[in-house]
């Protein structure tokens, strides 16, 4: 099971979260990466943490001023990227371009949706993997799995129609080992979360109950 901590904007310190992920990473066949801000991957990545960027640009090197770069999040230690995060959507050639860029810089692409049908669409692209994610219940603390389980059933469904080998991760709510069990009964192969975790109290214990309790 993936788990991919989703740092977003919050002010929790993304170094002793990447810590604590390079610390439970692998326990109870849990892999634990985390996704910080493009300008924290380097001393992210240099924890030891498995380290995505939140977001490339659909570009390549050139004038492109204030751009994400998937040369450059690569060059510093990513491995992989969002792609059309819920809270930075790109149109359908944006996402296909950026897709295309992470492949160039050779980093592993996760692409959000909102819905099935949006996941079929993006399927099609040829990511790594997508991730159903329902808005409403981002950051809510009420998980994707118990408030609509059927969207991540027909998510799973409708990748698997347009292309097999991409896996399916959902998010929104997951806080939990019990939340984990779940997706996975659902058919997710992982998890997108960040508040759980980057508004806990302690970081580190969020993290350690979750793998501890899956
Ligand atoms: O957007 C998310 C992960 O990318 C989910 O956010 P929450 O875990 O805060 O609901």
């Not at 634990?32 to 995505?52: K, L, S, Y």
């Not at 770069?69 to 995060?85: D, F």
Request: glycine letters at 8%.
């Amino acid at each position: 099971m993936f788990v991919l901590v989703n740092l977003k904007a919050y002010p929790a310190d993304p170094v002793s979260v990447a810590e604590a992920a390079a610390t439970v990473d692998g326990t109870a066949g849990v892999d634990v990466a985390v996704a910080p801000q493009a300008a924290d991957i380097a001393r992210v990545a240099q924890t030891g943490a498995e380290t995505w960027a939140q977001h490339v640009s659909p570009v390549s090197h050139g004038s492109h001023t204030g751009s994400t770069l998937a040369e450059s999040v690569a060059a510093n230690g990513a491995v992989g990227t969002l792609i059309n995060h819920s809270e930075r959507r790109l149109t359908l050639a944006d996402i296909d371009d950026s897709i295309a860029a992470a492949d160039r810089a050779g980093l592993e692409t996760v692409v959000c949706a909102n819905t099935p049908e949006q996941i079929a669409a993006v399927a099609a692209l040829g990511p790594d993997a997508v991730a159903v994610e329902p808005p409403e219940l981002i950051g809510t603390g009420t998980p994707v799995s118990q408030a609509d389980p059927e969207i991540v059933e027909d998510a799973v469904t409708a990748a698997e129609a347009v292309d097999p080998a991409v896996d399916v991760y959902c998010g929104a709510g997951i806080s939990t080992g019990e939340d984990l069990v779940a997706a996975e009964e659902l058919g997710a192969d992982g998890v997108l979360l960040a508040s759980g975790v980057a508004k806990a109290d302690d970081p580190q214990t969020a993290l350690e109950d979750l793998v501890g309790q899956y």
